[in-house]
């Protein structure tokens, strides 16, 4: 049986992918259908959070840590 020549394909997969949520980033080396090498890539959700803050004081910010990871809660 003849086997396929492939060659070797970088895929980035997210943020905006259905499955990663909007947090996750994954660039995947494939060869054919098979995944030879996938690397994390985090810390899309930052949205200077941290200058928002530091305008505040401790019990105005508390909403705002709720809302940092939309999917924790599920």
């Not at 997210?14 to 090498?37: A, D, M, N, Y």
């Not at 910010?61 to 709720?66: L, Q, S, W």
């Amino acid at each position: 049986m003849p086997t396929l020549r492939t060659e070797e394909m970088m895929l980035n997969m997210g943020p905006q992918h259905p499955s990663t949520h909007g947090v996750l980033k994954i660039v995947l080396s494939l060869e054919g259908e098979r995944i030879v090498k996938a690397t994390p890539v985090m810390g899309f959700l930052h949205r200077g959070v941290e200058k928002l803050a530091e305008d505040g004081t401790y019990h105005q910010f508390i909403p705002h840590t709720d809302r940092l990871d939309y999917v924790c809660a599920m």
